[in-house]
């Protein structure tokens, strides 16, 4: 599988946007880069995904990179909640692709 | 949006007894299952991946006889720790992909299941 690269972690100002960097320089062409993220003792929780164009939802945004090879997930306005392990994972199209996670980040929020 | 639950959300049991864990996708129909396991102050480690109807497939390391998996249904898969030891004590967590449109390329988690061997 193709890996990823984040920072260990990130403090942000709640209210404030937050950008998660995320590089992917060995991307393959079909794969999808998702992102997750997990609160303490909880599961994983679905944020959003994408493959070539910007994506946009309810909850971030995704940009990525005219090559591929990096991305940037976008909380518009963070708040306390946010504050979590955020995990940009690669992930093949296919019944047997696998979501491989490695350390993420880990977003800290300031009142 | 797409709803995987797990019973129990948490266990204790004695050494040596087996404990079952339940994961049920309940507004769709989950073609493929996976079975995570995540120990403190560490990252979700993948453990096996099943189909629905057939046999799971167990990563590297991974003692397929100690951790059962059974995926009986389109939305419910089992798994149980045999012969538990206090070392099998951690945070597992299942997730679940289907064929639904709109999810298909989506892989959704349960809350996880805390067992505590003792």
């Known amino acids: 599988d193709a890996k990823t690269t984040q920072p260990n972690s990130m403090e942000s100002n709640e209210e404030e946007p937050v950008h998660l960097p995320c590089n992917h320089s060995?991307?393959?062409?079909?794969?999808?880069i998702h992102w997750y993220r997990q609160l303490p003792s909880q599961g994983p929780e679905y944020v959003i995904h994408?493959?070539?164009s910007n994506v946009n939802n309810r909850m971030a945004s995704l940009a990525i990179a005219e090559d591929r090879k990096s991305s940037t997930l976008i909380l518009h306005r963070a708040t306390l909640r946010d504050a979590a392990v955020y995990y940009c994972?690669?992930?093949?199209?296919?019944?047997?692709?696998?979501?491989?996670f490695g350390k993420g980040i880990t977003l800290s929020v300031r009142p | 949006g797409a709803v995987v639950s797990q019973h129990p959300s948490r266990v204790i049991c004695k050494s040596g007894t087996s404990v079952k864990i339940e994961c049920r996708s309940l507004?769709?129909?989950?073609?493929?299952m996976f079975w995570y396991r995540q120990f403190p102050k560490q990252s979700l480690m993948l453990m096996a991946t099943?189909?629905?109807?057939?046999?799971?497939?167990?990563e590297q390391g991974v003692e397929k006889d100690k951790f059962l998996i059974n995926h009986a249904s389109l939305t419910l898969s089992t798994l149980t720790v045999t012969s538990a030891h206090p070392e099998d004590s951690s945070f597992y967590i299942c997730?679940?992909?289907?064929?639904?449109?709109?999810?298909?390329?989506?892989?959704?988690f349960g809350p996880g299941t805390r067992l505590l061997v003792l």
């Open positions: 994408g493959l070539t």
């Open positions: 994972i690669l992930r093949a199209t296919g019944a047997n692709s696998k979501l491989t």
């Open positions: 507004d769709f129909q989950a073609t493929t």
């Open positions: 099943s189909n629905e109807g057939s046999k799971a497939t167990y």
């Open positions: 060995t991307i393959s062409g079909t794969d999808y």
């Open positions: 997730s679940a992909r289907g064929g639904l449109a709109g999810v298909k390329e989506t892989q959704y």
